[in-house]
């Protein structure tokens, strides 16, 4: 590391409290209570290649949302040539998204003339159409859940306002005038994490920035190994089950065998129930996100949150299992089974 211990100490500090600020901003800019007030959102520094720097704290369900959606982004599009002006945008949980509701944003940030960093924004809208002003507990296809975005790369000044994005969005929701100020509430937030991230480089140099980025995912991941050497190797064995699905009383498996070997970590979900009809199928980044998160809360809770935590944990989940469904099956209440993969109740 070619930065002084300081330096990279107020650098993990300020790239988190870059993060921080963000979430913040989103919350104090928002229309809608959901995130206004129960602070249902998340915000987020990617790196030039899209891994997580930084992450605020808010929903642990939303932890590496942001890492998923971007590869599929990348997937979609040839990032490299994106402009300041132009965004990413989508809420599809088939392609790294969560739930319709969780609309996610993303932006460039770019220093020196070359891009150099994103800033992402994670925000659940109070309605996206579909079957009902609420959760539809009928739907038994993503189709009946509301509004499906795909990976979309588009222009701000363009496509918001009378612009395409903006009129497709408020032509399929409810509450039009809600859900546009929260996606305005998400460009603010974004914009903000644009502005103190250039503020960073114009005080301690692009190239400083940078490397502090790098190297405070190298420290949490070394914190993490760290932590995971602590418990014994084997494999660990759990299961809970969800009662229902909301149309037969067949209760629906969570199995999991966390294998411990070294300093890394791997979750297997193989003899989960199979993907179901109704809303309690989670989708794959959902799945992944509720591992992250409990395993974090596991290793003590206080490793920094970026790319470099998950590193040392792979995680398998069964294509076809209704924590990893295929589409277009309905996943509205998917927290419904998160919260029993992080309580599965575990035993060598």
């Not at 998923?68 to 949980?93: H, Q, W």
């Not at 296809?141 to 790369?153: D, K």
């Not at 937030?189 to 502005?195: I, L, R, S």
């Amino acid at each position: 590391m070619s930065i002084s211990p300081s330096t990279f100490n107020m650098l993990s500090h300020g790239l988190h409290a870059v993060a921080q600020e963000m979430g913040e901003k989103l919350i104090r800019s928002a229309y809608s209570t959901i995130i206004r007030e129960a602070r249902d959102c998340s915000a987020s520094l990617l790196d030039g290649e899209g891994r997580v720097m930084a992450q605020a704290q808010f929903c642990p369900i939303h932890m590496n949302s942001f890492g998923k959606v971007f590869e599929a982004f990348a997937e979609r599009y040839d990032l490299s040539g994106i402009t300041a002006g132009e965004a990413l945008i989508t809420n599809d949980p088939y392609s790294g998204g969560q739930h319709l509701n969780d609309f996610i944003l993303i932006a460039p940030i770019f220093a020196g003339g070359a891009l150099t960093a994103w800033s992402a924004s994670l925000g659940h809208q109070i309605d996206v159409g579909g079957g009902a002003a609420g959760p539809n507990a009928q739907a038994t296809e993503v189709f009946q859940e509301g509004l499906r975005i795909p990976l979309i790369r588009f222009d701000l000044e363009r496509d918001l306002g009378r612009g395409m994005v903006e009129q497709f969005i408020r032509f399929n929701v409810r509450e039009p005038d809600l859900v546009m100020g929260d996606v305005y509430a998400q460009v603010a937030a974004n914009k903000t994490g644009a502005t103190r991230f250039l503020e960073l480089t114009e005080r301690f140099g692009l190239d400083a920035v940078l490397e502090a980025g790098v190297e405070l995912q190298n420290y949490s991941e070394r914190l993490t190994r760290e932590a995971i050497l602590g418990i014994p190797d084997g494999t660990y064995h759990g299961e809970d089950f969800v009662d229902d699905n909301g149309f037969t009383e067949e209760p629906l498996r969570v199995a999991v065998a966390l294998t411990v070997h070294g300093d890394s970590m791997h979750v297997d979900f193989a003899g989960s129930a199979p993907q179901t009809k109704g809303i309690i199928n989670s989708p794959v980044t959902s799945t992944i996100s509720s591992v992250y998160s409990s395993i974090g809360f596991l290793l003590g809770g206080k490793i920094p949150v970026n790319d470099g935590l998950y590193r040392p944990i792979t995680i398998d989940v069964p294509y076809g299992s209704f924590l990893n469904p295929d589409r277009p099956v309905a996943v509205r209440a998917r927290t419904s089974c998160s919260r029993f993969l992080a309580k599965s109740r575990t035993a060598r």
